[in-house]
Each structure stands twice: as C-alpha cells, then as structure tokens.
T-cell receptor
Framework: DTGVSQDPRHKITKRGQNVTFRCDPISEHNRLYWYRQTLGQGPEFLTYFQNEAQLEKSRLLSDRFSAERPKGSFSTLEIQRTEQGDSAMYLC????????????FGPGTRLTVT | DAKTTQPNSMESNEEEPVHLPCNHSTISGTDYIHWYRQLPSQGPEYVIHGLTSNVNNRMASLAIAEDRKSSTLILHRATLRDAAVYYCILTRLQGAQKLVFGQGTRLTINP
C-alpha cells in the first residue's frame, strides 16, 4: 500500500499527558498537511510543510502543539499537556508541489483525552 | 479564503444521477474549485477539481457556471458506496493550498 499512513490509529490518554502521532506521506510528495476534525465538523487546517520547512501554522495551533518533518519525509505531531478539548481525529495529508494538486489523506489518529 | 455554500443534506436513489450544488459568489480569478468527499470513519478523499471549464474523471463530473460563482458535482450513477459528506472547497494556486472545509453536504443513497 503506497498511500498515506498514520500511527497510531487510536490513542487514549489522560489529561495532562503528552502524545505524539506519526504520519508517513506518499514518498514523492513534497507537501504535508495536518488537520484536526471534531465530531460533526469538517476538518480544520493545523499546519503545512514543504519538504522539511514548516511554512504555515493555524492560529488553532496553540503552544502545546508542535510538528516536525525532520528529513522531509515522515512527520510527527506532538501535543503536550493534553486537555479534553484536544479530543479529535488528527488527519495527515500529502500532495505534490506543482499546480493545484489533490491532497491524499491518511486514515487519521483518533485521540481521546479522559 | 473565499467561502462556499452547500445544502446540508441531499438524498437520492441508487443508480440515479446526483447533482450536488455549491455556491461561491466571492470566488477570485485564481481560485480553483475542488471537491472532496468523506465516507464514514475515513479520511477525506479527492473527487475532482477545475478552474473554468467543465471537467470529467472516472469518479464524477464538475460543471462550472460561466461566471464561476457556482458549480455542480455530478455523480452519473450513484451507488450505495457514494453515501458520504461532500465538500466543495476553493484554493488559491499559490501558497499553501490548504483546504478550508465547511459543513459539506451529507448525501444519502437509498437502495
């Protein structure tokens, strides 16, 4: 399978703990995006990488959130001191740089903060 | 980001065509019109995109109004697997091309 993969698929954590999610994009894709989706809502943009450079971050991304893409391949999204409001589906997508390229989404990581 | 307006829900019958409308009256000249869909418990899936001309691919057709202020996604022969939330999204050619999802249209297909 050469699609976008995310790990873990599900994560349950207690409030105050740190969590880290991983995304492996399609191998030739330069662009990588993180989105968050809460129940009944459409996904919301969090941040975007072109290769290893993080070029845009949403105002939704508080200081507790950090994302990296160290070698321009896989990416990690870390949430420190989780809060119940962080409970959501975290989606990763990748695309090519040229033109209005379609984004390919992974299956998401569902986070539940208790 | 320019805004799109879609009906909250639509219903159709299996094997019939479905026309999903989208209004985007504030679209700018460099905005592309994208459609994505999200099946239950899955990440969004690209359907089609266009700029000015109508577009066809194996999944659907996209009809764009001459003034570009509206568009219609056409599923030629709906199946039960087409039941999903369909999102109409505008993106600029330059920059991040991030997707700004609205509420979308929840499409129900009756057998």
């Amino acid at each position: 399978d050469t699609g976008v993969s995310q790990d873990p698929r599900h994560k349950i954590t207690k409030r105050g703990q740190n969590v880290t999610f991983r995304c492996d994009p399609i191998s030739e894709h330069n662009r990588l995006y993180w989105y968050r989706q809460t129940l009944g809502q459409g996904p919301e943009f969090l941040t975007y990488f072109q290769n290893e450079a993080q070029l845009e971050k949403s105002r939704l991304l508080s200081d507790r959130f950090s994302a990296e893409r160290p070698k321009g391949s896989f990416s990690t999204l870390e949430i420190q001191r989780t809060e119940q409001g962080d409970s959501a589906m975290y989606l990763c997508a990748s695309s090519l740089t040229l033109g209005p390229s379609e984004q390919y989404f992974g299956p998401g990581t569902r986070l539940t903060v208790t | 980001d320019a805004k799109t307006t879609q009906p909250n829900s639509m219903e159709s019958n299996e094997e019939e065509p479905v026309h999903l409308p989208c209004n985007h009256s504030t679209i700018s000249g460099t905005d592309y019109i994208h459609w994505y869909r999200q099946l239950p418990s899955q990440g969004p899936e690209y359907v089609i995109h266009g700029l000015t001309s109508n577009v066809n691919n194996r999944m659907a057709s996209l009809a764009i109004a001459e003034d570009r202020k509206s568009s219609t996604l056409i599923l030629h022969r709906a199946t039960l697997r087409d039941a999903a939330v369909y999102y109409c999204i505008l993106t600029r050619l330059q920059g991040a091309q991030k997707l700004v999802f609205g509420q979308g249209t929840r499409l129900t297909i009756n057998p």
